[in-house]
């Protein structure tokens, strides 16, 4: 600029950074112009402008032409199995079959290998870059995403988009590229295609919901990482479980708040345009089992593991016959649930897998299947004992206790989830159980510069506090965001006020504003 300063490409970098995400300033540079350019455009055109923004996005977001062709082919390789699928639609059902298998193998191909990576780098090392050279962020997110939309075309519950570029939008919509939630094309693709008008009380609910989720990411997720880093990555025989306990209830803090905000801001964004994605969440310490965690917490994984995996090996003939021998031989109830839980072993391996190749998460994902299956089969045990030790099941106390136990039964899942070193993983347990030793936890919690995690743990707290209270209000069916727009501007300014400074106080705290949890996976 004439007289001026022009920026550089290393000033810019500097500035904004040379990546695009959901905590970066050029996301919050990118996103108002998106809105912006959407409603000035013609209402037939904006779908355009979406698919322009997203393409725009993922750019920003990689550097790596590699990573990029490896987006792009995943979504050329699905189109074309979803027409092929069509054009088969009255064809014998063995072609029909091999069309959807072959879409499904080439399409997850990346996925795949990208779970076998860590046998790869152990045979080659990384000194090629594998990680860096093929696979792009959210690869597990939008690949079961192309899985379901195959799959729907089989079943004949989604038609063919024939649109390549109606396609593309659904499958890269950029809100929830990088961590979802896992759509359904029935649900998503037609809102990104109509014609949506500027609603402004859609648009405040949408702010409030973005403000909420970077309260959850800023103020509880991120400062919490060096507390948990201190608690949990070098356990040994002499922390004491008082210790490890403490860092793993904080862990459990820090997953809800950063993969929940990051799937507020995800569909607070995705509103700005009008449209409405999946729930994701919804309240999930409060569940009374296992199983009701997992319709609470990441519910479209849960979703598209039950549509694609559970039902489908459940029914199979094999499983019917092995619930015929078994209603038989153990009786009614076993015949009807052991092919059920063998069904859910399967689903939380691959679960676990789906969060990565490492052995932890293995570990984790049998667990949650195991403790599910067995709670299943031993569900008329847990009657009787209700029975014979007259348990009123309707007083509130009944269920304060199996929200608490569930609550245990998932912080005690977190041990394998968040402890890498599965020796590591036995010792937390042995230290929690016989080496409590509460008597040296402020004394080895202030060894971990303290003068940082203390205040920390404030704000945390202050953070979670609120997330109580709105999940409390949520709970009671509640429209907790429509209850704050009704106040008058004195009480809105306040509670807007509180919760900025909140968060952004936060900043002189957290080690850095890192990228979210859940885009690893």
């Known amino acids: 600029i004439r007289g001026g300063y022009c920026l ?13 995400g959901y905590t970066s300033v ?19 055109h904006r779908w355009l402008a979406l698919l322009g923004a997203s393409a725009l996005f993922y750019y920003l977001l990689f550097s790596n032409r590699s990573q990029k062709l490896v987006f ?15 054009k088969l639609k009255d064809s014998s059902a063995e072609k029909r079959s091999c069309a959807l298998s072959v879409s499904i193998i080439l399409s ?33 997110f939008y690949t079961l995403q192309i899985i379901a939309y195959l799959a729907d075309i089989y079943t004949g519950k989604a038609e063919v988009q024939k649109n390549i570029l109606k396609y593309t939008l659904f499958v890269s919509f950029f809100p929830q590229l990088i961590q979802g939630p896992i759509n359904r094309f029935d649900a998503l693709a037609h809102q990104l295609y109509e014609r949506h008008s500027f609603d402004a009380d859609n648009a405040k609910r949408a702010l409030l919901l973005i ?114 021998w078994s209603g038989d ?42 403790v599910i299956a067995a709670a299943d089969l031993a569900s008329p045990l847990f009657e009787r004992m209700i029975k014979l030790f007259r348990v009123n099941t309707e007083t509130a106390f009944w269920h304060v206790w199996r929200i608490l136990r569930t609550f245990i039964v998932v912080n005690i899942g977190w041990y394998f989830d968040r402890i890498e070193d599965f020796g590591d993983v036995l010792t937390g347990f042995y230290n929690t159980l016989f080496n409590f030793r509460a008597d040296l936890f402020m004394s080895v919690l202030k060894s971990y510069s303290v003068n940082y995690i203390g205040m920390s743990l404030r704000i945390a707290i202050i953070g979670c506090l609120i997330i109580f209270v709105v999940s409390v209000l949520r709970e009671r069916k509640g429209d907790v965001a429509g209850e704050i727009l009704k106040l008058n501007v004195v009480a809105r300014f306040a509670i807007y006020t509180f919760v900025l400074v909140l968060t952004i106080g936060s ?3 957290a080690p850095s504003a890192g990228g979210f949890i859940y885009a690893n996976f």
């Not at 050329?76 to 069509?86: C, D, E, F, P, Y």
């Not at 795949?112 to 959210?138: E, F, H, Q, T, W």
């Not at 076993?334 to 969060?355: D, E």
Request: aromatic share 16%; glycine share 12%; proline share 4%.
């Open 8 to 20: 550089s490409k290393s000033d810019f970098i500097l500035l904004f950074g040379n990546q695009i």
């Open 26 to 44: 050029l996301y919050y540079l990118f996103l108002p112009a998106a809105v912006i350019a959407y409603y000035l455009i013609p209402k037939k």
């Open 72 to 86: 792009a082919l995943s979504i050329v390789i699905s189109w074309v199995g979803g027409l092929i699928l069509g």
């Open 108 to 140: 997850a191909l990346p996925l795949i290998l990208m779970d076998g990576d860590k046998m790869l780098m152990s045979v080659a090392g990384d000194r090629y870059g594998i990680r860096n050279l093929i696979i792009p962020l959210g690869i597990s």
């Open 211 to 324: 403000g909420f989720g970077m309260m959850k990411k800023f103020a509880i997720a991120d400062l919490l990482v060096r507390s948990i880093n201190g608690c949990l990555n070098h356990i040994d025989g002499s922390t004491p479980g008082s210790i490890v306990v403490f860092g793993i209830l904080l862990y459990s803090a820090q997953q809800y708040a950063d993969f929940s905000g990051g799937i507020d801001m995800v569909r607070g964004v995705s509103q700005l345009f009008g449209i409405k994605l999946a729930e994701n969440f919804r309240q999930p310490y409060f569940s009374i089992s296992l199983g009701d965690f997992w319709r609470r917490w990441h519910i479209t994984l849960g979703a598209w593991m039950r549509d694609y995996v559970f039902y489908p090996f459940a029914l199979r003939p094999s499983m019917q016959k092995l619930g015929k």
């Open 329 to 370: 031989k153990l009786g009614r109830h076993w015949g009807r649930t052991l092919p059920a839980s063998i069904a859910n072993i399967l689903v939380f391996f691959l679960v676990g897998l789906w969060h990565g190749a490492d052995a932890h998460f293995i570990w984790w994902g049998l667990y949650n299947g195991i």
């Open 507 to 509: 900043f002189a705290y």
